[in-house]
Nanobody, 125 residues
């Protein structure tokens, strides 16, 4: 069965960096070859929001709030999705989840998501 396991979260001061990883297993073929993958986050008391996504053709999309600071990428050999987060701000504090196989995921619309992980906490102070 499909599993997504995030790692790499932690506490960092404003202006710092973190790299999140998401190991994907259970799909046939390399990560994201036939489906979109991405990251979303949910801060305490707020609705979840899409952060970044990669479509099966390799095109990427970012939320306006993270453009120029976050970079999404994937390693096909390792079946791993990454989110490099630079210039972190306190408002980036949230639980971050990776997700796969949503019909509108590449547009950062979080409906009918196929799979998602358990999340990794990012705290920026």
């Amino acid at each position: 069965h499909v599993q997504l396991v995030e790692s790499g979260g932690g506490s960092v001061q404003a202006g710092g960096s973190l790299r999140l990883s998401c190991a994907v297993s259970g799909y046939t073929g390399s990560i994201g070859s036939t489906y979109s993958v991405g990251w979303f986050r949910q801060a305490a008391g707020k609705e979840r929001e899409g952060v970044a996504a990669i479509d099966s053709d390799g095109s990427t999309n970012y939320a306006d709030s993270v453009k120029g600071r976050f970079t999404i990428s994937k390693d096909n050999a390792k079946n791993t999705l990454y989110l490099q987060m630079n210039s972190l701000k306190p408002e980036d504090t949230a639980m971050y989840y990776c997700a796969a196989d949503g019909p509108l995921l590449c547009s950062l619309v979080l409906v009918d998501l196929g799979y998602w992980g358990q999340g990794t906490q990012v705290t920026v102070s």
